[in-house]
T-cell receptor, first 109, second 114 residues
Framework: AQRVTQPEKLLSVFKGAPVELKCNYS??????LFWYVQYSRQRLQLLLR??SRESIKGFTADLNKGETSFHLKKPFAQEEDSAMYYC???????????FGEGTQLTVNP | SAVISQKPSRDICQRGTSLTIQCQVD?????MFWYRQQPGQSLTLIAT?????????ESGFVIDKFPISRPNLTFSTLTVSNMSPEDSSIYLC???????????FGPGTRLTVL
């Protein structure tokens, strides 16, 4: 069974501080990992995925298969980063997404 | 990418009634998904609805309670049947684009059952 765990429901940082949102997963295969974000009053949207190895809005995430983690990081948080962040997993061949519980990030001025 | 709309955006219903939620996509897609997001919780997949085949339901969800239609490649409906207050949730549809596992989500339907 596939499972995604986000240990922090709430995370609060100050503007300009580094931020790390934790995500751990369990999956007996080669997963694809994603980070989705939901800003206030907006729909859920894809932030980034591990396959792309890209940085979006200053965020990066590295898949660590040894630690089964896919933590989301940004060196300098901005107030507009305040949102709900969901880590999600799917198998490499399928499209069934399993979501973590979500982390509400608040960036204070 | 894909642009997805849902109707209604929200509704308040009486227990024992049924509500049908519509999901419209601006392009033809093979895979469509229905999720439920209960208050304060994450998204849970209800079923996968591929055109031309019966919907595939996840554990804990049954067709009698959540019948799904997928008449063509741009449209799907989810019905929440015989509602109870426990069905109060946000219901979201999403689509998967061929060749990639990325999903695009609709705005959601906020359902309150009294």
């Amino acid at each position: 069974a596939q499972r995604v765990t986000q240990p922090e429901k709430l995370l609060s940082v100050f503007k300009g501080a580094p931020v790390e949102l934790k995500c751990n997963y369990s999956y007996s295969g080669s997963p694809e990992l994603f980070w989705y974000v939901q800003y206030s009053r907006q729909r859920l949207q894809l932030l980034l995925r591990h396959i792309s190895r890209e940085s979006i809005k200053g965020f990066t995430a590295d898949l660590n298969k040894g630690e089964t983690s896919f933590h989301l990081k940004k060196p300098f948080a901005q107030e507009e980063d305040s949102a709900m962040y969901y880590c999600a997993l799917t198998s490499a061949s399928g499209s069934r997404l399993t979501f973590g519980e979500g982390t509400q990030l608040t960036v204070n001025p | 990418s894909a642009v997805i709309s849902q109707k209604p955006s929200r509704d308040i219903c009486q227990r024992g009634t049924s509500l049908t939620i519509q999901c419209q996509v601006d392009s033809q897609v093979t895979m469509m998904f229905w999720y439920r997001q209960q208050p304060g919780q994450s998204l849970t997949l209800i079923a996968t609805a591929n055109q031309g085949s019966e919907a595939t339901y996840e554990s804990g969800f049954v067709i009698d309670k959540f019948p799904i239609s997928r008449p063509n490649l741009t449209f799907s409906t989810l019905t929440v049947s015989n509602m109870s207050p426990e069905d109060s949730s946000i219901y979201l549809c999403s689509v998967g684009l061929g060749g990639v596992n990325e999903q695009f989500f609709g705005p959601g339907t906020r359902l309150t059952v009294l």
